[in-house]
């Protein structure tokens, strides 16, 4: 009968913790999925002049950082009281790590809105068809790498991971063209800085989808993947 009753509570056990583990999972899709949508918007608010689409991106910010130290404190909590093992370990560690990576995604989103706000305000330049390639590669990585969350894919990790060079590729293109502008007319100087801001905003978000591109990677196989891409080319 002991050994019965100690079984049952071992199942319950386990239990608790998988849906423990479930939730922190689903508040991370939750946080991912509002960066995601963060960023979108504001290269759409860029893209259409759009201000009032700038100021709800600006506003979600707060939700993010809520999310975020609500996932960190779960988080530390389970490491505390389950003191986890193999891959649930490593899940709840990168978790606290991926919440930062999000968080930063949000705060770079929340730039580009800003100065999506003021570029309103004066006559569009010819760079800034530049920038939706920059952001439609920069997207594409942040939405791939939350489905390879939530599918533990790393295969479909790594493949974001290989991506970043190409952003880094049009990001220098991209800035060689406004320093032109800049040089030929002193006069685009403040707005081809504004866009150069921008620029390197995705640029940077994409640098931390290729973080938790690696996390990702790390929690399913325990390996990491942070090494120069010609060692792994």
Known sequence: MAKQTEALEHQHIVRAFDEELSRLTGAIVEMGGLAERQVADAVRALAERDV???????ETDRRIDDLEESIDQDAIK??????????DLRMIAMTLKITNDLERMSDYAVSIAKRSQRL???????????????????????????????????DKANAVWHRDSEVDELYTSLF???????????????????????????????DHATNIAEKIVFIIHGTQINRPRHEVE
Not at 140 to 148: I, P
């Open 176 to 206: 060689r063209e406004l320093v032109t502008y800049m040089l030929e007319d002193p006069r685009t100087i403040s707005l081809c800085i504004d866009l150069l801001f921008i620029a390197k905003n995705l640029e940077r978000i994409a």
């Open 120 to 154: 309103s305000e004066h006559p569009e330049l010819r760079p800034i068809q530049q920038l939706p390639r920059i952001s439609q590669s920069c997207l594409s990585m942040v939405k791939d790498v939350l489905d390879a969350y939530v599918e533990r894919d790393a």
């Open 78 to 87: 389970l490491l505390a009281l389950r003191q986890p093992m193999a891959i």
């Open 52 to 58: 009032e689409l700038a100021a709800k991106v600006i």
